[in-house]
């Protein structure tokens, strides 16, 4: 999954389940926060935003990650 994906494509090549892996990559940060939220409430578990990188004040990526890492 190298390209980026819409929530849509990812929906269908995934038969509508919400399973995240490694790499994955998202067209909009709407999309991945929309993915997470969803994934979620599947797996009863909250995330929270670790880091982002930013270039001229537009976000470039975000690692969202459980909100228990580290405890």
Do not use: H
Not at 32 to 38: D, G, H, I, P
Not at 45 to 67: A, D, G, H, W
């Amino acid at each position: 999954m190298g390209e980026k994906m819409t929530l849509e494509v990812l929906q269908e090549e995934t038969g509508g389940k919400f399973v995240p892996k490694v790499g994955m990559t998202f067209t909009t940060l709407e999309d991945a926060e929309k993915f997470y939220r969803n994934y979620t409430k599947v797996a009863d578990f909250s995330t929270r935003v670790r880091s982002t990188n930013r270039k001229e004040n537009e976000i470039k990526n975000q690692l969202i990650t459980c909100s228990r890492e580290g405890k």
